[in-house]
Structures are given as structure tokens and as C-alpha cells.
């Protein structure tokens, strides 16, 4: 009995990492057709390819950097600095066995944190605004990188066929 | 006898899982040595260090960008914003025990897509050939998100063990 | 017994993988407050709102890429070009049940390769010293790459309740 509650729990904190992993991960994707929407109505592209149906005479100059399309391609390259360390960590974390309540308050705390991010970055939000949520998404990851390093854990793996 | 085949199904999922989540990052990892070769041919360098040995005078005219360097570095950059999620996604879609004839459309589709669009995107080919590739692998992280997220799945872990 | 002697060798591989992982991902992490000293340092900032509180006349001027600054960058990008895919590889090849002599020797050439590539990048050490350090970090993730890829592997994954 005691048992089947080990498998549930680690289950369930593995669970509630997929869940979290994708979403954030999801909302980091989200940022190529954003930066897409900007391009296309900002006019600013990077390929020739991309503007070869426009009239000869635009063409040049729609091939140019605009600051909303860089704005949110920082926030994108931001975005893989940051959330795919967190699923690299956080896999290794949910395998090493963490409290349910800790681990879904280390998941909801970084996720929370990068949607955050992402508002202030693309609505150019005052400082510190969005350097706070960077570092609140940093400090979990390493609060999780810590626990993986510092105790000899024991890697917990979830065995649930036909359950 | 039961079980037995489920392990097998389970197992030959996570198989196919690996071998295309390594095809498509060594893919991606060969854009690497295709920009040192197109910095090479093309002498345009990002380093002070990796000049220093063309004679003075060259030296400042090699430390530039240029268009074809560019282009490969763009084309590197799409496919870390975009195979990196799938191979996340994807880790968690086959843990999340899909059926493997599915699975396989999946992971051959993605695949395909990114072999495509490296060529449209290197080549220049007339769009929407690139455009039409990268939704294509989009859609398809999507679609194994979208199993991730919504059915309460159970994860299936292979345990093969001197067999 | 032999069972668990399996079991427990697995359990190391994975359990060396995990370090390993983690360390070169911290590393990867630690570019970033890098990236941010330097912007301070060296008065080089890319967002409007990270001089808000400057001076009105001087805003422009903070505005404006850095050597210093790009290169830290550049050598971030390197890292997620290739620490990332050595994550994924890793992953795949510790649970394609290596020696765990053979494995320790991988991670390791990795982990240091990197850590010597950033020194190299960062206090721009004369080439080749780059060059190799990150040609071996390649051809590490490729040596684990093909024995993903070559051998139909056995996944081994490690149970660990209790214990």
C-alpha cells in the first residue's frame, strides 16, 4: 500500500512537470508568429525571398530591422536562455523524488514568472519590471539545480501500466 | 502475455522517439560547421582572434557580416526555436503512451518538415516553400502538445532489463 | 542479484548523466548575469526602458551594441547551439545503457570542454583554443549520437522506491 502511494505521488509531481513543461514551452513558440504579426505589419524582413512579390522598387526597403520586431525577437532569444533550462532541470528535479506542494510551487512560481516576462518585455513595461520576473525565473531554476547536485537523490521513476 | 506487449508497444515508441529526436538535432547541429564554412569562403568573421592571423591591413575588412553567413546563422537560430520544443514535447508525447503508428506520423512529419525548410531556407527558394514547412513542424509540436495537455494520460515508462 | 547489479549500474549512469547535465546547463545560465555586468559596465543597453532613469541627453548614446557585450552573447548562442543538443543526446544515450567508465568519460570531456571554449570566448585566447574546445564538445554529443542511432539499444530505465 505504501507502496502504490510512492508511485502516485511521483506520478503525479511528474505529471504536474509535463503539464507546466509544455506551457511554457508552448508560450516560447507562441513568440514566432508574434514576431511574424510584427514583420508583416511593420513591413521590416530579413530574406529576399520573403519580398519578392512586393513591387521592385519597395523591396529594399522592406528589407530592414524594425525596433517592435526586434523587441520581440530579444524577448524570444530571452525566452530559449530561460525556459529550456527550466525543462532540462526541472526533468532531472521531478525524477528526484521532491514534495508534490514544493515541486508545483517551484513550476507555477517560473511559469507565472515568464508569461510576466513576456507582457513586460513586449508591452516595454518600466523597469525593473521585467529584470524582476528574470531573476524570480532564474532563482527557481537554480533552487532546482540545487536539490538535483546537492543530495545524493534517489531518481524516482513512475511504472503505471493499465492504472 | 498482456503486459508484456504493452511494454514492447511503449518500448518501440520511446525507440522511434530517440531516433528522430537525434536526426533532427545532429540536422540542426550541422549548421554549425555549414556557417564556419560559409565564413570561411565568404571572409566575413565575427572575431578580432579568428583574423589574427591575415595579414594588418585585410584584418578589419574580414570582421563583417555577410548576407550568406547570415542566412545559415537564421536558419540555425529557426531550428533551435523550433526542434528544441519538439524534442521536449516530444519526450513527454511518448511517455504519454500514443499509439506507435501515430507516433511515427508524427515524428516522420516533423522530420520531413525541418529537412525541407533547411533547404528552402539555405537554397532561397521562392516562397511560401519555407514558410509552408516551418507551420508544418509547428503544427505538428502542436498536435502532441495538444495529447499532452488535454487527456489526464498516463505515462508509460519502458523498464527493459536484459532483454 | 545480477538484476539488481543491473539496476544499480543504470542508476549510476543516469545519476552521473544528471550532474553533468546540470553543471553545464548552470554554466549556460551564468551568461546571462555575465551579459548583464557587462551591459552595465560598459553602458550598452537594447531596451528603452533600461535607461529610463539615465539622463535624457545620454539615453541615445546607452543605446548602442558593445564589443564586450557581443561577445559574451556570441558565446551564449554558442552555448545554447551546443550545450542543448549534448542535454538530449545525453539523455537518450545514459538510458541506451553504456559503461558507466565509458559515459563518465564523455560527460566529462564535454563539461570541461565547454567550461575551457567560454574561457577561451571570453577572454579571447588566440585561436585555435576555441576552435578545438568546441570541436570536441561536438564530436562528444556525435560519439554519443551514433550509439543512439547505431545499435538497436536497449532503454534502460532506472526503478528506485524505497531504496
Known sequence: M???GCYLMEN??????????????LKMMLMAPMT???RLTRG???????VSRKPAEERKKLLRAHPD???VRRCHQNDLENIIPFVVIGLLYALSGPELST????????????IFHT??????????SRGLSWMLGMLVTFSMAY?????????YLVLNINS
Chains 1, 2, 3 share one sequence.
Open 119 to 128: 507582457i513586460a518585455y513586449v508591452g516595454a513595461l518600466p523597469q525593473p
Open 69 to 71: 520586431v526586434e523587441r
Open 103 to 114: 515541486a508545483l510551487l517551484h513550476f507555477r512560481l517560473f511559469t507565472g514568472s515568464r
Open 147 to 155: 536539490r538535483v547536485l546537492s543530495k545524493k537523490h534517489i531518481l
Open 12 to 25: 503525479d509531481v511528474f505529471m504536474a512537470f509535463s503539464t507546466y513543461a509544455a506551457i511554457v514551452i
Open 36 to 38: 511574424a504579426y510584427y
Open 2 to 4: 505504501m507502496g502504490c
Open 44 to 50: 521590416a524582413f530579413a530574406n529576399d525571398e520573403d
